[in-house]
Nanobody
């Protein structure tokens, strides 16, 4: 059974760091892309960063991309995808989701058929 479960969210002060994790059970990076999306209050879900076995890492955070890095831990039939977020800003507040699709990374949320339930990040002093 394929499913995604996020963890690691919480409240942090501006300038702080968080490490989010997505357990992607039933997935491997061979043939799949796993992406992190963010949905800020009142805004649409947007892609932050993605990793795929074919195509590597795609960073969608623009000028902010050096603050976010992606890494993986691989096990049999499961991959855990971590999102390290540094120098957090209040505008990073939102719900962070991981999502999976075949085979390459993409930016539109509608291109991803499988989603986790999200983990909430609040950046506030």
């Amino acid at each position: 059974q394929e499913y995604l479960v996020e963890s690691g969210g919480g409240t942090v002060q501006p300038g702080g760091s968080l490490r989010l994790s997505c357990v992607a059970s039933g997935f491997t990076l061979e043939g799949y892309a796993i992406a992190w999306f963010r949905q800020a209050p009142g805004k649409e879900r947007e892609a932050v960063i993605c990793i795929a076995g074919f195509g590597g890492i795609m960073d969608y955070a623009g000028s902010e991309k050096d603050r976010f890095t992606i890494s993986t831990d691989n096990a049999e039939n499961t991959v855990t995808v971590h999102l390290q977020m540094n120098s957090l800003k209040p505008e990073d507040t939102g719900v962070y989701y991981c999502a999976a699709r075949r085979p390459l990374c993409a930016t539109p949320a509608y291109d991803y058929p499988t989603w986790g339930r999200g983990t909430r990040v609040t950046v506030s002093s």
